[in-house]
């Protein structure tokens, strides 16, 4: 199973992004699919989830965030809007297939002030 992030890049404060991520290598649709990120320096934290229509959101994130996706398809997007300096991470996606989690090898998101 591999899944695949695209559509990170550098953008300045208050601009917006849409990472996008596919899952391949498996007929078996995701229950839980999210973004997580880690910043420099720190732990990887939760970001947004997506799991059968239903959405959550970290704190620092909602409002501003869209996550949305498919589970038969096995995509899932991630809007960012009005972002900031400290969004600035490597984002990765998340997947939850048949209880095994597995993740992307994450994309570059940077702010810059």
């Known amino acids: 199973v591999q899944l695949v992030e695209s559509g990170g890049g550098l953008v300045q404060t208050g601009g917006s992004l849409r990472l996008s991520c596919v899952t391949s290598?498996?007929?078996?649709?995701?229950?839980?699919m999210a973004w997580y990120r880690q910043a420099p320096g720190k732990q990887r934290e939760f970001v947004a989830r997506f799991s059968s229509g239903n959405t959550n959101y970290a704190d620092s994130v909602k409002g501003r965030f869209t996550i949305s996706g498919d589970n038969i398809k096995k995509t899932v997007f991630l809007q960012m809007n009005s972002l900031k300096p400290e969004d600035t991470a490597v984002y990765y996606c998340?997947?939850?297939?048949?209880?095994?989690?597995?993740w992307g090898q994450g994309t570059q998101v940077t702010v810059s002030s």
């Open positions: 290598g498996t007929i078996d649709s995701p229950t839980i």
């Open positions: 998340y997947a939850r297939i048949l209880g095994t989690s597995y």
